[in-house]
């Protein structure tokens, strides 16, 4: 290739680790017979000799605003195929069947139901039942509410959810974590034991009308805010103050203090050593080293399953049979009391529709309902990845609001997936969503004939069973992950388990909220701005601290953003890029003799944009501009075309200078030096000649 002096344009080499020669690489543009064009520091290959400039970045022209916020509307409300099949048919009759199977998927999968699903389903429902009865009641117990509320919460919602949810393997019903919020936040509203029964029940339809609000919504996003890392460490914190509450049955503790911290307790549980009871304790620590065992072999060996499932079950009924026969409730051993026969109770009389109680409810109801939300979401998840088959999120959102109003109803209190018993049923070989069916008439029979047996339950052995539960709340195996990945996730973490045990459940999980959203916040303010650098012998360009034998252009600098670029850090950005012009960051753009002409700012990862940042861009080619610095676009989207063209930055800027991708827009810019170059040259030659 000639210069325009006669010479011969070579590439030389420089202040690049090549990983062919392991010598430092520079591509720049020599004159060997003119040394005044040194200056020049973009190459001319004979690739990009070869190269025509026949792409062009395509500007799609604007769209009618109404159409658009009404398709984003539109996409908000309604699944992107909910409703598709309904075009396709003109019978009113099809269409209502289409209806009926969307709201109520049973409708879907009963006609296929075969009769050797049933053996399966009816052994995983029994398994779960058994260990239902004794879990319902001491999470009712655990939420400050009567035992047989735990039973009755194990009967209704379960067939709700049979018919709406699309979910196999969830097994529903009353779980710790849920349980323990409650209390924790109707203790602080309810003066006597029926207000907070009250409560309770407002709560839990408030709380269904939310979540199926949610799913009807299609706003399930808002539950991102509770992150993998905000749960990890909620749940574990959760499960360390359940544990240490349980003093209090494994005890024999009559008057214990409603706090949920841990100080609270642990002070209560001094201040009334005076309680305690020797007989209550042997009966709590047998059972819980029971339980534990029988956790212990169903983990080692899984095809024993069976035997963490009937562990809580055959606790209750062994400790019964024992108390009642020593009649050890005359030494001092709390005993559960009667518990009424019969099924649930109506109870839309104790709902507050108006009034201050029923503005308390609903904000109990919200913070309880995404929690319980949340579980359920993430367990069903879990258990269909598994299985390999997808869950409907907006239906299973719908069907589990509308078995917590269903229960509100009928004397339950808020019921959401269960993580224990649906690991249980999914190890018991559940196939459908019969196994909650099944489990609800167990519960159904239980609630008839069976409830005048579980009186003599001791306390201590429902200490003993939530203890035993709770344990694998704590995922230690998670934290270690987290802790791995991102130290600040781990901070959440901490946050959240710190807060939930030194100050209250409610408290400790609106820090984890509150650090997840500085998170959040940061990485919004402040993206990442890469500087690309040329990876030797190839067309591509790849973050320069990535791949550090990439080489630097000189000359050109090309600056990668990887984020959205929008009113709260289109300053950051450019600040960042004006310092990167001037060569603060970079080593090889500090001398004199290498001066920058070209920024060319690769635009892939940008996904929108606002007009602070349309601004952010005029004000950065104006900056550019007087620095005799020439600005280059390459691939950019659809959307920030749209709206750099309407804001009118590419009329000001050129449509030549956009690019549909870093390799023609280094080409662009070595053209331009080039024929500058020679612009200069001839210029010389004229003027000598004159």
């Known amino acids: 290739m000639s210069s325009p002096g006669g010479g011969d344009l ?108 049933f053996k399966a389903d009816v052994i995983a429902g029994l398994t779960i039942a058994s260990l239902a009865i004794p879990q319902g009641i001491s999470y009712a117990k655990l939420a400050g509410l009567p035992p047989i509320l735990g039973l009755y919460s194990s009967f209704v919602p379960p067939l709700i959810y049979a018919a709406m949810g699309t979910s196999k393997d969830l097994a529903v019903g009353t779980v710790s974590v849920v349980s323990l919020l409650l209390r924790s936040l109707l203790s602080k509203e309810a003066s006597n034991p029926l207000l907070h029964l009250q409560l309770a029940i407002t709560a839990t339809f408030f ?56 100080f609270s307790v642990l002070y209560s549980v001094k201040e009334a050593r005076h309680e305690w009871n020797w007989h209550t304790a042997v009966i709590g620590a047998c059972f819980l080293a029971w339980l534990l065992a029988a956790r ?24 019964t049979l024992s108390v009642y026969l020593t009649r050890a ?9 009667h518990l009424h026969k019969g099924l649930n109770p109506p109870s839309t009389d104790m709902i507050f529709l108006h009034g201050h109680y029923a503005l308390k409810s609903m904000k109990i109801g919200m913070m309880t309902g995404v929690i319980a939300l949340t579980e359920a979401m993430a367990v069903g998840k879990t258990f269909a990845s598994l299985k390999e088959y997808q ?175 929008y009113f709260s850090n289109s300053n950051y950005i450019l600040g960042r890029i004006t310092k990167l012009a001037s060569g603060e960051d970079i080593q090889t753009l500090k001398t004199a003799e290498q001066r920058l002409r070209f920024i060319i700012l690769e635009l892939s990862p940008v996904t929108g944009i606002d007009s602070t ?17 020439q600005l280059a676009l390459a691939n950019p989207g659809r959307v920030i075309i749209q709206k750099l063209e309407a804001g009118g930055f590419m009329e000001s800027l050129g449509r030549e200078w956009l690019f549909i991708n870093v390799g023609e827009a280094i080409a662009k810019c070595s053209q331009s030096t080039y024929q500058a170059l020679s612009d200069h040259h001839n210029s010389s030659q004229i003027n000598n000649t004159n």
């Open 296 to 319: 212990h072999i169903s983990r080692r060996k899984k095809e024993l399953y069976w035997v963490a499932a009937l562990a809580p079950l055959s606790s209750v009924v062994i400790a």
């Open 207 to 262: 709380a269904g009308i939310f979540q199926a609000s949610l799913g009807f919504f299609r706003l399930g996003v808002l539950l991102d805010f509770l992150s993998h890392e905000t749960i990890v460490g909620f749940m574990a914190g959760a499960a360390i103050m359940i544990s240490l509450q349980q003093l209090k049955g494994l005890l024999g503790i009559q008057h214990f203090t409603t706090k949920t911290n841990l």
């Open 613 to 629: 940042g349309v601004l952010m861009f005029q004000d950065l080619h104006r900056s550019m501009k007087s620095r005799n610095i």
């Open 391 to 565: 869950i409907d999120a907006n239906r299973e959102m719908i069907a589990i609001g509308m078995m917590n109003i269903s229960g509100a109803c009928t004397s339950c209190y808020i019921t959401t997936g269960s993580l224990s018993r649906s690991a249980i049923s999914y190890n018991a070989g559940c196939r459908t969503a019969v196994a909650n069916v099944v489990m609800a008439v167990v519960m159904a029979l239980t609630l008839l004939f069976l409830t005048p047996l579980f009186e003599y339950t001791p306390a201590a052995v429902l200490s003993a069973v939530l203890i035993s539960a709770v344990i694998n709340l704590i995922d230690f195996h998670a934290m270690r992950v987290i802790w791995k990945v991102d130290k600040l996730d781990f901070l959440s973490v901490m946050g959240a388990l710190i807060g939930v045990v030194i100050i209250s459940v409610e408290v400790g999980l609106l820090i984890s909220i509150a650090i997840a959203l500085m998170k959040i916040l940061v990485h919004v303010t402040r993206p990442r701005i890469s500087v690309l650098g040329n990876i030797p012998g190839t067309s591509i360009y790849r973050n320069v601290k990535q791949y550090p034998e990439a080489c630097l252009l000189q000359g050109a600098l090309i600056i990668r953003i990887d984020a959205a670029i």
């Open 329 to 337: 409730d005359k030494h001092g051993v709390s005993i559960v009391g």
């Open 10 to 117: 070579i590439l030389k080499v420089g202040n690049c680790k090549s990983s062919e020669n392991g010598h430092d690489n520079k591509y720049i543009i020599q004159d060997q017979e003119s040394p005044s064009t040194n200056g020049c520091t973009l190459t001319k290959s004979k690739t990009e000799e070869n190269l025509t400039y026949l792409h062009t970045v395509g500007i799609p022209s604007p769209k009618n605003v109404f159409r658009t916020l009404s398709n984003k509307i539109r996409g908000s409300l309604c699944s992107p195929d909910s409703f598709s099949d309904f075009k396709d048919h003109n019978s009113n009759r099809r269409k209502i069947l289409l209806w009926l199977q969307y709201t109520f998927p049973i409708f879907e999968w009963a006609p296929k139901y075969k009769i050797t699903l």
